[in-house]
């Protein structure tokens, strides 16, 4: 079992900056991809940023300059380095991975439980 445990959410005032971070632990052979999501009171859950195995980025165009993601593929782990917040950017942030867990297993997403960032005005 596959387990994604995120961690460095909290309150920010606006213009701050905030690291979160995602730890995947258990039976893993591979992950392909980690990445980042969020969710705003009322909204659906977006991208917010991803990062390949080898090392290739994506970044959703309303977070772009200010939003850093990063990941340490030794030890499955990845981080979203955030600058310059405001109220808008207020939401639970998810971990996700592509994760494998066996030659014969498919690539399987896996999502971490979240953490809230609040950005105060």
């Known amino acids: 079992q596959v387990q994604l445990v995120e961690s460095g959410g909290g309150l920010v005032q606006a213009g701050g900056s905030l690291r979160v971070s995602c730890a995947a632990s258990?039976?893993?052979?591979?992950?392909?991809?980690m990445g980042w999501y969020r969710q705003a009171p009322g909204k659906q859950r977006e991208l917010v940023a991803t990062?390949?195995?080898?090392?290739?980025?994506t970044y959703a165009d309303s977070v772009k300059g200010w939003i850093t993601i990063s990941s340490y593929t030794a030890k499955n782990t990845v981080s979203l380095q955030m600058n310059s917040l405001n109220a808008e950017d207020t939401a639970v942030y998810y971990c996700?991975?592509?994760?494998?867990?066996?030659?014969?297993?498919?690539?399987?997403?896996?999502w971490g439980q979240g953490t809230q960032v609040t950005v105060s005005s």
């Open positions: 996700a991975a592509s994760v494998r867990v066996g030659m014969e297993s498919p690539w399987t997403n896996c």
């Open positions: 258990g039976s893993i052979l591979a992950i392909s991809r």
């Open positions: 990062i390949t195995h080898d090392g290739r980025t």
